[in-house]
């Protein structure tokens, strides 16, 4: 597993990646949308909940192929505005 974290044109960057067996095309077509899993007891709301999370907090979440085999899961995440009356 690869884990990387970088900026973004005021955003954060994550990318996380593997080279397991991948996910198959018809499940990854629907990847983010809730109860659809590939696991036979799985609920199938997992990846929803993080896309939820994430697109609320004005960011984004894509999974793609990754070439050498796995997946490759991608989401930013945009910096906060410092408060006013708090120095950074």
């Given at each position: 597993?690869?884990?990387?974290?970088?900026?973004?044109?005021?955003?954060?960057?994550?990318?996380?990646?593997?080279?397991?067996?991948?996910?198959?095309?018809?499940i990854?077509q629907?990847?983010?949308?809730?109860f659809?899993?590939?696991?036979?007891n799985?609920?199938?709301?997992?990846l929803?909940?993080?896309?939820?999370?994430?697109?609320?907090h004005?960011?984004?979440?894509?999974?793609?192929?990754?070439?050498?085999?796995?997946?490759?899961?991608?989401?930013?995440?945009?910096?906060?505005?410092p408060?006013?009356?708090?120095?950074?």
């Amino acid at each position: 597993m690869t884990i990387g974290v970088s900026r973004q044109d005021g955003f954060a960057f994550f990318s996380v990646a593997d080279t397991g067996i991948g996910i198959a095309p018809e499940i990854a077509q629907h990847l983010f949308q809730p109860f659809v899993t590939s696991k036979a007891n799985g609920m199938g709301v997992g990846l929803s909940i993080c896309r939820t999370i994430i697109e609320a907090h004005g960011g984004r979440i894509a999974a793609r192929a990754n070439d050498g085999g796995g997946t490759v899961f991608e989401f930013t995440l945009p910096f906060a505005e410092p408060e006013a009356g708090h120095d950074r």
